[in-house]
């Protein structure tokens, strides 16, 4: 087993993945259909509750939902990682199943060397800083609330 999947059996690590996605897609149908008409609707983020301050996810979720009708510059606005994580959601399920289906561990791989990758050094600086400017974005477009 891939050192990346940190010990976990083939089955386990996509059954992992595949619950994270089946949570991520019924978080995305209660915002589309529950949260749609009740704006008032939960949050799931303890920074932001806590602290006032929006963290560098905040607006995700809503920026999924302008990309489901269409509205690509509002779910940039919102928060770009909206577009990954639709990429993510549309990917990721399909992929389980292409490997489940040919007997192959091609996800695992991807997750291993991804691993490998953001261990280098500028690569991590990189990531730091696009979350740091996800951040002030955040920041500068939800502002703070107490």
């Given at each position: 087993?891939?050192?990346a999947a940190?010990?976990?059996?083939r089955?386990?690590?996509?059954?992992?993945?595949l619950?994270?996605?089946v949570v991520?897609?019924?978080?995305?149908?209660?915002?589309?259909y529950?949260r749609?008409?009740?704006?008032s609707?939960?949050?799931?983020?303890i920074?932001?509750?806590?602290?006032g301050?929006p963290?560098?996810?905040?607006?995700?979720?809503?920026?999924v939902?302008?990309?489901?009708?269409?509205?690509?510059?509002d779910?940039?606005r919102s928060n770009?990682?909206?577009?990954?994580a639709?990429?993510?959601?549309?990917v990721?399920p399909?992929?389980?199943v292409v490997?489940l289906?040919t007997?192959?561990s091609s996800l695992i791989?991807?997750?291993?060397?991804s691993?490998r990758?953001?261990?280098?050094?500028?690569?991590m600086?990189g990531?730091?800083?696009?979350?740091?400017?996800?951040?002030?974005?955040n920041?500068y477009?939800?502002g703070?609330?107490?």
């Open positions: 087993m891939n050192d940190h010990g976990m059996s089955s386990r690590f996509y059954g992992v993945v619950l994270m996605t991520a897609y019924a978080w995305v149908g209660y915002n589309a529950v749609a008409h009740d704006a609707g939960i949050s799931i983020c920074v932001r509750s806590v602290t301050v963290c560098p996810g905040c607006g995700t979720t809503r920026s939902m302008h990309l489901m009708h269409g509205d690509v510059l779910a940039l770009p990682l909206g577009i990954a639709v990429i993510a959601l549309g990721i399909w992929w389980i490997d289906a007997r192959r791989g991807a997750y291993t060397w691993n990758v953001l261990r280098q050094r500028a690569v600086v990531v730091l800083f696009f979350i740091a400017c996800l951040w002030t974005w920041i477009n939800q703070i609330s107490r």
